[in-house]
């Protein structure tokens, strides 16, 4: 099976705002952060208000209310820093072929991936997970790099199914599969 398909800026955006939405490692540094920060703002303008003899409930509604902002704009705002990065790092990189034309060749025993300047082989065996959102899947090779296939490389329904199938077919653990 041969896919020929462009990778777009936004299709490293949807990857990397997929990583980092279903990575526990990140959500729960996410979490302890949105958590510190309430607890900061909180504390820290209490304390201020106190020492400078200001506390009133007015203040202290006032630090509620920012630490509360402070708790559920955080996920808002790291994505949007997310996105930012992304467009930033690959407008600035040195590796030009990120996005551009790409072929991607099943073979029995491994598969190609060629673009410009780039030919790499990979054994299926190497596939350590995959995951999917509603346009790609994310063919993980090791922890934080991906191949990624957006949909529109697949003619039909069953070419995509039949890519599924063949790039997981190593991948013992099922909760490992997209």
């Not at 990575?23 to 540094?29: C, D, G, H, L, M």
């Not at 703002?41 to 209310?65: C, D, E, K, Q, R």
Request: charged share 20%; with cysteine.
């Amino acid at each position: 099976m041969e896919l020929h398909y462009d990778i777009t800026e936004q299709d490293y955006i949807d990857f990397n705002l997929n990583y980092y939405s279903n990575n526990a490692v990140v959500q729960r540094s996410i979490l302890v952060t949105r958590i510190a920060a309430a607890v900061i703002v909180l504390a820290g303008g209490t304390a201020l208000m106190h020492f400078v003899n200001s506390l009133t409930p007015v203040s202290i509604l006032v630090y509620v209310v920012l630490a509360t902002v402070c708790f559920f704009g955080t996920p808002w705002y790291m994505k949007r820093k997310v996105v930012k990065n992304v467009g930033r790092i690959l407008r600035h990189a040195k590796n030009k072929q990120l996005c551009g034309p790409k072929t991607l060749t099943l073979r029995e025993n491994e598969f190609e991936l060629k673009g410009e300047n780039e030919d790499t082989v990979y054994q299926y065996e190497a596939v350590q997970r995959t995951a999917t959102d509603e346009n790609h899947y994310y063919i993980y090779v090791d922890e934080f790099s991906a191949v990624i296939v957006p949909f529109s490389a697949f003619v039909e329904e069953g070419q995509k199914k039949a890519f599924y199938d063949r790039i997981t077919a190593h991948i013992a653990d099922e909760a490992l599969k997209c």
